[in-house]
């Protein structure tokens, strides 16, 4: 709303008005009314005249000094707290002008400050935003290196499981129940003497490709590469289907993909090969074995080393399983007895079976 100024004492205005009157209104009428009179004559005109010109004068530079040394303080006033010297809201008793100036000045001061310290919440909330959105990515980023990593090792079924398992999955030290694979080429040295290195590579990589789906397919984890030879682990993450059964479905696939390989390079004219498989379950060591360097994620067991040995016993295209996984299997596949064998560091006989 706008304010209506009246000009009277307490207004600039109103005291440029009275000073005028006084340094030079006021003389000259009383001069005029003096000589018109015909009380005054020319020495007595100089005689009064000059000292009332000169209390007059007086009279309206006081004035108007008060006033501009109000406007002085005004001005300084807020310079002080435009340098940022002063804070605090502007005292002054002046003018009306001046004090409503000032008035105005502090309720702006006021609502700036409240601006000032909202935008500095705000400032610290978007901080804080950052932050955590920084954060967010970095353990996004962290997230995605370990589903990378992971990946090389486990299907992406897997991985997904794992980085939602709130218990870390394969982070800590156990002994648990699992069911190992081992496949590995047969006559693996004396066809590779025939072959040259690069072909050698070639052939192991489109093998390990194949058969490393398939376990993935199959929720088992790749544990490691020994020269020609394949290790999975099932069972060591939560997964459909039992370790046993899943293994051993993988076997059976892993032989049919084989064999439909070997066509392939029949028709291309390159060296064939075969794959014996084996299979146990039982319990085993889970962690990360070795220095603290090199770290290898892997089991370690009586299990693992019977299974090493029934896959060592297997001839090209052979499933054999150990007596544990035959009895988790419920019946889904076609296994026939073997009996009784003995194998390398068991001083009693391992019952096993083929899987046809």
């Given at each position: 709303?706008?304010?209506?100024?009246?000009?009277?004492?307490?207004?600039?205005?109103?005291?440029s008005?009275?000073?005028?009157?006084?340094?030079?209104?006021?003389?000259?009428?009383?001069?005029?009314?003096?000589?018109?009179?015909?009380?005054?004559?020319?020495s007595?005109?100089?005689i009064?005249?000059?000292?009332?010109?000169?209390?007059?004068?007086?009279?309206?530079?006081?004035?108007?000094?008060?006033?501009?040394?109000?406007?002085f303080?005004?001005?300084?006033?807020?310079?002080?707290?435009?340098?940022?010297?002063?804070?605090?809201?502007?005292?002054?008793?002046?003018?009306?002008?001046?004090?409503?100036?000032?008035?105005?000045?502090?309720?702006?001061?006021?609502?700036?400050?409240?601006?000032?310290?909202?935008?500095?919440?705000?400032?610290?909330?978007?901080?804080?935003?950052?932050r955590?959105?920084?954060?967010?990515?970095?353990?996004?980023?962290?997230?995605?290196?370990?589903k990378?990593?992971?990946s090389?090792?486990?299907?992406?079924?897997?991985?997904?499981?794992?980085?939602?398992?709130?218990?870390?999955?394969?982070?800590?030290?156990?002994?648990?129940?699992?069911?190992?694979?081992?496949?590995?080429?047969?006559?693996?040295t004396?066809?590779?003497?025939?072959?040259?290195?690069?072909?050698v590579?070639?052939?192991?990589?489109?093998?390990?490709?194949?058969?490393?789906?398939?376990?993935?397919k199959?929720?088992g984890l790749?544990?490691?590469?020994?020269?020609?030879q394949?290790?999975?682990?099932?069972?060591?993450?939560?997964?459909?289907?039992?370790?046993?059964?899943?293994?051993?479905?993988?076997?059976?696939?892993?032989?049919?993909?084989?064999?439909?390989?070997?066509?392939?390079?029949?028709?291309?004219?390159?060296?064939?090969?075969?794959?014996?498989i084996?299979?146990?379950?039982?319990?085993?060591?889970?962690?990360?074995?070795?220095?603290?360097?090199?770290m290898?994620?892997?089991?370690?067991?009586?299990?693992?080393?019977?299974?090493?040995?029934?896959?060592?016993?297997?001839?090209?295209?052979?499933?054999?399983?150990?007596?544990?996984?035959?009895?988790?299997?419920?019946?889904?596949?076609?296994?026939?007895s073997?009996?009784?064998?003995?194998?390398k560091?068991?001083?009693?006989?391992?019952?096993?079976?083929?899987?046809?």
């Open positions: 709303m706008k304010q209506t100024y009246r000009r009277n004492y307490h207004t600039i205005g109103g005291k008005l009275a000073a005028l009157a006084f340094m030079a209104i006021i003389p000259y009428l009383l001069f005029v009314y003096l000589c018109m009179a015909g009380k005054i004559t020319i007595e005109t100089i009064l005249y000059v000292p009332v010109i000169l209390i007059s004068t007086v009279i309206g530079y006081f004035l108007i000094r008060r006033s501009a040394d109000s406007v303080y005004l001005s300084r006033e807020t310079r002080l707290i435009e340098t940022g010297e002063k804070n605090d809201p502007i005292q002054i008793q002046a003018d009306r002008e001046l004090n409503d100036i000032a008035a105005d000045f502090n309720s702006l001061l006021g609502r700036l400050d409240k601006m000032k310290r909202k935008n500095q919440e705000q400032a610290t909330q978007l901080m804080v935003y950052s955590d959105l920084a954060l967010s990515y970095q353990k996004t980023k962290q997230e995605e290196d370990l990378n990593r992971l090389r090792y486990v299907g992406n079924n897997l991985v997904e499981k794992l980085m939602d398992s709130k218990g870390g999955g394969l982070l800590d030290t156990e002994r648990r129940e699992v069911t190992v694979l081992f496949a590995d080429i047969r006559s693996f004396t066809m590779a003497e025939s072959m040259s290195a690069e072909e590579v070639r052939m192991l990589n489109q093998y390990f490709s194949v058969m490393v789906d398939i376990v993935f199959n929720n790749l544990d490691k590469f020994v020269g020609d394949l290790i999975a682990v099932f069972g060591l993450v939560d997964a459909s289907g039992n370790a046993a059964e899943n293994a051993i479905r993988t076997a059976i696939e892993m032989q049919a993909a084989t064999k439909e390989m070997m066509k392939k390079r029949l028709q291309a004219g390159l060296e064939l090969f075969e794959a014996g084996g299979i146990n379950t039982g319990n085993a060591i889970i962690g990360n074995i070795g220095s603290a360097n090199r290898d994620y892997t089991v370690i067991g009586d299990c693992v080393n019977v299974a090493a040995r029934l896959e060592e016993m297997a001839m090209g295209g052979e499933i054999i399983i150990g007596e544990q996984t035959f009895l988790k299997n419920t019946g889904e596949f076609t296994i026939e073997r009996g009784e064998v003995y194998v560091n068991k001083m009693e006989p391992v019952i096993c079976y083929n899987v046809i």
